[in-house]
Structures are given as structure tokens and as C-alpha cells.
Nanobody
Framework: QVQLVESGGGLVQPGGSLRLSCAAP????????MGWYRQAPGNRRELVAA???????NYADSVKGRFTISSDNAKNTVYLQMNSLKFEDTAVYYC??????????????WGQGTQVTVSS
């Protein structure tokens, strides 16, 4: 069982910054997509930012210009730099990745989630 390892959530004031990290451990044969989703109470899980299969990036309109997704391919790690945080960014953030682990085929994995709270 592959578990994506997330870190970096926490409590921050409006206008502040946080950086989330997500590492995919194990024998990774291929990384197809990797990115971040979030879910606020009472809301559906939504895409925040992700690398597509072609290596391009997708961002939710609500975070464009404030959030930046990046990666360290050597470490199979993806980051989400979040600047100018707003109250409405409060949510549990989940890392998601489509990986081939040890030749098992393309499978979608999720992290356990990390809480981001924007509050004054």
C-alpha cells in the first residue's frame, strides 16, 4: 500500500503564506500526474493545482496568481506554495498522484490530508 506523505499545513493569518509538501515513497516506476485538492466543510473536494500527464499545470481560478505548484522529480515530491492566503482557503488539502509503483500499473493514490486554517 502506497501512502503519499504530506506536510506543511497549519494556522496562518490572512495574507500569510504556507508551503505544502507531498512525497511519494517507494519504487516509483512512473509519475503520471501529481497535484493538490482541497475540501472545506460542507463542500465537495476540488482541484487546487496539479501537473498533468504532459507536464503542464492546472490551477483553480480562485488560486491563480497566489498559489504555485512545483516539483522535485528526483525526490518524487510536489510542493504547493500558497501566498496571500484568504479565509476561504481554509480546508483540508489532499495530495493526489497517479503512479506506477513497482510495475503495478497506473493507480491513483491519495494522501491523508493536511489542515490549512486561515484565521485572524
Amino acid at each position: 500500500q502506497v501512502q503519499l506523505v504530506e506536510s506543511g499545513g497549519g494556522l496562518v493569518q490572512p495574507g500569510g503564506s504556507l508551503r505544502l509538501s507531498c512525497a511519494a515513497p517507494g519504487s516509483i516506476f512512473s509519475v503520471y500526474t501529481m497535484g493538490w485538492y482541497r475540501q472545506a466543510p460542507g463542500n465537495r473536494r476540488e482541484l487546487v493545482a496539479a501537473f498533468t500527464n504532459s507536464g503542464s499545470t492546472n490551477y483553480a481560478d480562485s488560486v491563480k496568481g497566489r498559489f504555485t505548484i512545483s516539483s522535485d522529480n528526483a525526490k518524487n515530491t510536489v510542493y504547493l506554495q500558497m501566498n496571500s492566503l484568504k479565509f476561504e482557503d481554509t480546508a483540508v488539502y489532499y495530495c493526489s498522484a497517479e503512479l506506477d509503483v513497482a510495475g503495478q500499473g497506473r493507480i491513483n493514490y491519495w494522501g491523508q490530508g493536511t489542515q490549512v486554517t486561515v484565521s485572524s
